[in-house]
């Protein structure tokens, strides 16, 4: 069983630099320029980030929050 079942998260990072040719065996970052935004798949940007060269960039509406109505209006019993 070779398949991945798990979600896939993703963050938004900028790069700061790119990582030395070898740095990262197996992974591919040609296509990526230093001070562009991307959307990567969580375990790349998290290892881009703790090798310091990406940082996490937030949304621009900011973080998702759960909208407040108030108290609930229950049925009364009759």
Known sequence: MNENRSPAFSLRVRFLSLPRPGELDGIELDCYHVG????LPSQLATLLILGGHAELVENQSGRAEAADFGQPQFPKRR
């Open 36 to 39: 562009q935004l991307y959307v």
